[in-house]
Structures are given as structure tokens and as C-alpha cells.
């Protein structure tokens, strides 16, 4: 649906005078269907990169096209839903007739336009906010908002750009559930965000960027294999000396009279080998855990501890 190929972004700068590269011989493709998410540290490019794909920039190299259309093109033709990471929206506004003018925007039908707005004033949990203008609102109220908006039309595309920054969990547990409801076997949804395990759990497919290139892609769905090496923390009821017998390179991170915690490392293999061993010689297991998700060691792998 989306491709990027080789596409690169260059600013020129004024003060001091030379090019500041934000992306570079970038290629990679979003598909119908699937939820991407965007992940990378601060001045990666994460946000240049989706300004390229709604067509607010124009690539120095390369192209970007959205069903072979310039996204300009397309953006004009079939419009794209999208939450920028600040939502500004006229403070003067009241929060129904705010969703009123972006259904028209969006080129939702008159006769439809109540209904769609009354529905994501329902998603979004705003109905007691309906009659306040929008500089009433608290920043969490207001992001909410502006992800309403997003759902008012039927874009085969959408974008969000850091869309739990200012949500309570229990929003951010809620919107989890929005994006399940946005999938559709035509529609492409792109979550920008520095929050791995949100983004973990959304996601089919992860695009790791640094520095203005794109490192790795996590697949996200694929199946751990058996001798991929895990990392597990091994929380037990006591200090047990078969642990180092059964992991010889365990590390035992804390102790008391009544527990000891351990890191471990190994493949899926050797993991349920060990806890078998542990569980037969008496030993009470309280908690076994991985010590980073799939996507958090992904991306560390991939930009650095740092």
C-alpha cells in the first residue's frame, strides 16, 4: 500500500550552512492489513518519515507512494486519517462542534456526519466533555480529542504519531483496543511511539530507525524458534544452590532468607530443561519473567544501549 524506495530527506540548515541528513536510502513498504509501528530514539527521523508519507514533504531522493499515487495525490483523492503528537485544535472550539467541522474535512456524508460524531464521542469516553471548548480541557482530554477525530472517516490509512502522550493508563490500555477495531483487510495503521511496549502489543511489524536510517524491522508475529537465545529473570521461594548447577551462568541478582532472584539466559530448549530440573529437586519457582519483551531487545540490539 505504502512504499518508500531509497528515499531520502535532507534540510539545509542556515546557521551553521550544511545539509542535516533526517533520512537516509530509506526502503521499506506498509501493507493493507497490518498495523506498523515506528520506533526509535529522539532525532531518529520518526517524524520526518511520516511527513513524507502525508505528503507535507517532498523526498530529496527517492520516491513515496501510496497505491501508486504521490502521497499528495492520494491524500487529496481518498484522504488519510492522522493524530499528530501535538494536537492543536482552536481552543474556542466546543469539543461536538469541533468533531462536526473535521467529519466535514473529512468528506463524511451530512447524513451520516451526527451519527460518526456521536460514535467517537462515545469511543473516546468524551460525552460529559461534549458542550466544554476545547481550552477546558485537560492534555489527556484533548488527545483523546484528537484521536476522535481519526475515526470519524473510513481512510484506508492511518497515522499516529505518538498517540498515548498525555493518557492515563487506562486510556492507553483503551486505545489498544481502538486500533484492534481499526484493522481491516484495506486499511494500513502506522503508530509512531517511544512507548516499546505499547507498541509491542499493537503491532504486527516494528521499523527500528536511527539516526535518519532504518536499522531493523521486527516481525513482531513470528514464532520464537527453539534456539533462540531467551532472557529470563527466575524468581524463587529460597536461596537454592542447584541453580548454578542447572544454569552455569546464571547470576543471582538479589537474595534474603526467603528468596533469591537470578537472570538467566538460554534457548527455549534449555529453559524448560532447566525448570524441570528445578521443579524435580524441590525448588519453589515464584515468578519466572522475560527481562526485556521481543521488541525491547530488538531495538537495543539494533540503536545501542545507549
Known amino acids: 500500500m505504502i512504499e518508500l524506495q531509497n528515499v531520502s530527506k535532507v534540510y539545509k540548515s542556515l546557521i551553521p550552512p550544511r545539509p542535516v541528513k533526517a533520512v537516509t536510502d530509506m526502503t521499506l513498504t506498509f501493507e493493507a492489513g497490518e498495523v506498523v509501528g515506528i520506533a526509535g530514539p529522539n532525532g531518529a527521523g520518526k517524524s520526518t518519515l511520516i511527513n513524507l508519507m502525508l505528503g507535507f514533504l517532498n523526498p530529496t531522493a527517492g520516491a513515496v507512494t501510496i497505491d501508486g499515487l504521490r ?17 492543536a485544535i482552536p481552543p474556542w472550539w466546543r469539543v461536538t462542534g469541533a468533531l462536526t467541522r473535521y467529519a466535514v474535512l473529512a468528506g463524511v456524508p451530512k447524513s451520516d456526519r451526527k451519527a460518526r460524531v456521536e460514535k467517537a464521542i462515545d469511543a473516546l469516553g468524551l460525552e460529559e466533555h461534549r458542550g466544554k471548548r476545547v481550552k477546558q480541557l485537560s492534555k489527556g482530554n484533548r488527545q483523546r480529542l484528537g484521536i476522535a477525530q481519526a475515526l470519524l472517516s473510513d481512510a484506508s490509512v492511518v497515522v499516529f504519531d505518538e498517540p498515548t502522550h498525555g493518557l492515563d493508563p487506562v486510556w492507553t490500555n483503551r486505545f489498544r483496543h481502538l486500533v484492534h477495531d481499526l484493522r481491516q483487510p484495506d486499511r494500513c495503521v502506522i503508530i509512531a511511539s517511544h512507548n516499546l511496549h505499547e507498541l509491542e502489543r499493537m503491532s ?24 533462540e537465545l531467551l532472557h529470563y529473570v527466575l524468581d524463587l521461594a529460597s536461596d537454592s544452590a542447584v541453580v548454578t548447577e542447572i544454569f552455569p551462568d546464571a547470576v543471582r541478582i538479589s537474595e534474603d532468607r526467603h528468596s533469591s532472584t537470578w537472570t538467566i539466559d538460554g534457548d527455549l530448549d534449555a529453559l524448560n530443561a532447566g525448570l524441570r530440573a528445578l521443579l524435580e529437586q524441590g525448588a519453589t519457582v515464584r515468578g519466572f519473567s522475560p527481562r526485556r519483551s521481543r521488541l525491547e531487545s530488538a531495538f537495543l540490539e539494533a540503536v545501542g544501549e545507549s
Open 71 to 87: 502521497p499528495r495525490r492520494f491524500v487529496e483523492r481518498y484522504g488519510i486519517a492522522y493524530v499528530p503528537e501535538l494536537v
Open 204 to 227: 504486527d511489524r516494528v521499523a527500528i530507525m536511527d539516526k535518519g536510517r532504518l536499522i531493523k524491522v521486527a516481525d513482531l508475529q513470528a514464532r520464537v524458534t527453539s534456539q
